[in-house]
């Protein structure tokens, strides 16, 4: 059983810059690919960006390309989300996911563990 904690969401003007972090425990951390998720208002979860097990591919969503980085530290049992440039319609809560799959996915059903997430509003 592997627990995902979130955290550095908040509050930042349009522009502005976050790093997400989200600690892992439980689990062999490097056994899983790992991704972050939005999710608006009224809206469905979706994919922002996820990395391989070694975080040597990654994946990013066309709306957030060139904006957002993600990596993972496997010695910190932690990925990350850089994300500058914020728009106001980046406003959601950020999740991450982890997957026992061996390539990363895009797809949220096949992902096993989430964590509780995390709010990020960016003001116009």
């Known amino acids: 059983q592997v627990q995902l904690v979130e955290s550095g969401g908040g509050l930042v003007q349009t522009g502005g810059s976050l790093r997400l972090s989200c600690a892992a425990s439980g689990g062999t951390f490097s056994s899983y690919a790992m991704g972050w998720f939005r999710q608006a208002p009224g809206k469905e979860r979706e994919v922002v960006a996820t990395i391989s097990r070694s975080g040597g591919s990654t994946y990013y969503a066309d709306s957030v390309k060139g904006r957002f980085i993600i990596s993972r530290d496997n010695a910190k049992n932690a990925i990350y989300l850089q994300m500058n440039s914020l728009k106001p319609e980046d406003t959601a809560v950020y999740y991450c996911?982890?997957?026992?799959?061996?390539?990363?996915?895009?797809?949220?059903?096949?992902?096993?563990?989430w964590g509780q997430g995390t709010q990020v509003t960016v003001s116009s």
């Open positions: 996911a982890a997957t026992a799959r061996y390539y990363a996915t895009i797809i949220t059903q096949n992902y096993d563990y």
